[in-house]
């Protein structure tokens, strides 16, 4: 128990700090390093690189936006295995519904309930 | 004293002063990003052994109680000043993708809900879910080629 939470704690963190060091040493915004954990995510999953990630670091390497990657791309072989070419199209999605979804909601119910804060 | 010239004293700067900042931002990084992702884990945990909920579903479960806090905690305020202290630590997480969705349609607010809120929930997430839609199709496509001629 202890120990899958230390390299859940070690995986997550190593993650943030790659992304830290982009964010300091190259020009990369929030919003592109998004996307380059995203499509890194894609990428390491279809190479089978990021299945042993998540098997040594569980939610430290799931929870970063590159595990949301590694669901697409997840969601996407399971649904070519069972629809065949259908499943390049519908698998990703499927594979992150919940997250895509749950962000879009409450995203709006939460803009509708608060007011952005006027910047200093 | 000794006297150096502005290029030195740029030269120097350079070298001594953002080093230590990195190490530091690093440092944030790495702690608060680590505890968001235990969090999940907690969360995961409780849903699989507490619940009795598949694998599979959890990890859909964990996204979205996840993305929910991260909601309400932008809308509070919260999550910006965590931001500030932990950089990519809150960046990277998938609270971080909520972050970014939520906080452009709470500015634009104003704009109505139409063009304002809901056109804006897409300003960050757009991105991403397109390059991850696309480099998954690709990815997918390849697999799918494998696969027929494999098999």
């Known amino acids: ?98 997250g895509i979804a749950a962000a879009i909601i409450f995203g709006f119910l939460v803009a509708l309930m608060f007011n952005a804060k006027t910047k200093k | 004293m000794k006297k150096i010239s502005n290029q030195e004293y740029k030269q120097l700067y350079e070298q001594k002063k953002p080093k230590e900042k990195i190490f530091l931002n690093c440092v944030k990084a790495f702690v608060v990003g680590g505890i968001i992702c235990m969090i999940g884990q907690g969360i995961n945990d409780i849903l699989v052994k507490v619940m009795d909920i598949s694998k599979e579903n959890a990890a859909s479960y964990t996204s979205i109680i996840l993305v929910f806090i991260a909601a309400l905690l932008t809308g509070l305020g919260v999550y910006d000043e965590i931001g500030k202290f932990a950089g990519a630590g809150s960046i990277v997480p998938i609270t971080g993708f909520a972050n970014s969705v939520i906080s452009p349609a709470m500015e634009f607010k104003k704009e109505g809900m139409i063009f304002g809120t809901s056109a804006k929930i897409f300003t960050l997430a757009g991105p991403v879910i397109v390059f991850g839609l696309l480099s998954t199709w690709i990815c997918s496509f390849i697999y799918y080629l494998y696969r027929v001629i494999a098999l």
């Open chain 1, 1 to 98: 128990m202890f120990k899958v939470y230390l390299s859940v704690f070690i995986v997550g963190g190593l993650l943030c700090v790659i992304g830290q060091i982009l964010l300091n040493k190259t020009t990369l915004k929030p919003a592109n390093i998004l996307v380059v954990y995203i499509t890194a995510g894609v990428i390491l999953s279809f190479v089978g690189l990021y299945e042993k990630l998540v098997n040594i670091g569980y939610a430290g390497a799931t929870v970063p936006l590159s595990g949301f990657g590694y669901a697409l791309y997840k969601g996407s072989k399971e649904a070519i295995i069972n629809d065949g070419l259908l499943g390049i199209f519908t698998g990703g999605l499927t594979g992150t519904a919940g």
